[in-house]
């Protein structure tokens, strides 16, 4: 991976640490993790994801309460969508709750860009979501074990 891919895969992150708007900043395995899960989604790779969340896993996103309702969601998004388009996610840290070497706990928002022949078609939101991230074993890395739609 050169600097190019590098600042690709986590330019929208950067870019409101940057501008201030994510307050505690995040690092480490947390900014892995986010760089991992981008790639993954715009690469349209079910698999990739699959192996980003917990067996654990419990939520709401995408009315999926368990892990494998999320990824045939995911996997059934990513099928439907014509091979000429792309997809760009930025992920938006809204709050830090918590960030340790065991938890991450914030609110996020999830922007996606469906571009094609690179012309924005698309843009989808999910709003608000509140996500829980723990490392598992044998690797200690960072899973998703909750994603839950904030309802007002």
Do not use: H
């Amino acid at each position: 991976m050169d600097i190019y891919d590098f600042v690709k895969v986590a330019k929208d992150i950067y870019w409101l640490a940057n501008r201030g708007s994510n307050p505690d900043g995040i690092s480490g395995e947390t900014l892995a993790f986010f760089q991992r899960f981008k790639k993954a989604y715009e690469n349209k790779s079910s698999e990739q994801i699959r192996k980003l969340i917990s067996d654990s896993y419990s939520g709401n996103l995408l009315e999926a309460t368990n892990k494998e309702e999320l990824i045939q969601i995911f996997k059934d998004r990513f099928e439907n969508l014509p091979q000429q388009c792309g997809l760009n996610l930025t992920i938006k840290i809204l709050r830090v709750i918590e960030s340790t070497n065991n938890l991450c706990r914030a609110v996020v928002e999830f922007d996606v860009k469906v571009t094609f022949c690179f012309f924005p078609i698309k843009l989808l939101n999910a709003g608000d979501v509140y996500l829980e991230l723990r490392p598992e074993p044998p690797f200690e890395m960072f899973k998703i074990l909750k994603m839950n739609e904030i309802k007002e």
